[in-house]
């Protein structure tokens, strides 16, 4: 127990027999918070919602106080400004459109991104296990084959970490200050030469894949892997799909949305937070009508934009679940 604990952290909680039976008898219930306060914790913390509640309360008190003061100009004050319906129906469905556009691209990245994550992680687990169990019919000294297998996992480990991080800051390794750190088995262990050509390297990923395709080289020759070349080959395709699966996870990272398309949306953000409150004093009938119909209205599309633009690159930790 103590061992297990200083691998997974001393801020994990081991939970033993013990302990469930004596909470069972208690008839103590280990306090979880439901998935509707999880998500709505999570919504409150992202940035982009206290910047669309901070403009939405905005809007709707302008949109107040203009109702109030055209009642009292006894609703002549803005409506000489005011366009006709049929302009301001077509500004909310030309916007609707655009915001439609723009979280259907960003869902599509994120779901595209889950799948590519999963798949990378079960093909450098494929990779390691399929190396790892050829060395049972090793005719190498038991100690070469323990080292092959420790060097193994250990430039696996890395090289899925290194993978994540590049994908993570869109190709600059480490410079997103507030990302995800990710653990790594022992990578301290390796020899100082493959350490230092690993962090000299510009393209890190890709040394760490030939590094191991060399082990895998070095165990053939050294009769660690004894295994036929046919059956061989079996671990080389699997790490090159592993590679590949990267490479088409990196366009999820390398290329965001259009420029021009980020600079229609927020014109239209802008167009919204001031022309829809406008619109709200003159067809509104209360001032807290008006108030709550601007005040919603601006702030689902400024947090679903702002949303949608957190999620250009999901593998960011701004995008929280991935």
Known sequence: RGRWQQHVGRHVTLETTEHRALTGKLGIMPCRPSPFAKVLGDVVQMRSFSASFLVAIFAGVASATLHNLNAQYENL???????DNAVFGIFMTFASLVVAFRTTNALNRYTEAARYIHRLGGEWLDVAN???SFCRVAEADPQQVDTFQQVLVRLVSLLNALCLDNLQNGGGYGVIGDGFRFELLGSASLDLQTQDDILSSANKVECVFQIIQQLIIDGSASSVLCV??????RAYHTLSAGMLTYNEAKKLSYAPLPSAYKAVTQ?????MAGYLPVMMAVFAKEAISAFLLSSTGVFLLWFMNSVAEALDNPFRKQARSL
Do not use: D, Q
């Open 130 to 132: 399929t190396l790892i």
């Open 228 to 233: 036929p070349p046919p059956i061989l080959t």
């Open 267 to 271: 014109i239209i953000k802008l167009c």
């Open 77 to 83: 004050l803005i409506e000489r400004w005011v366009p």
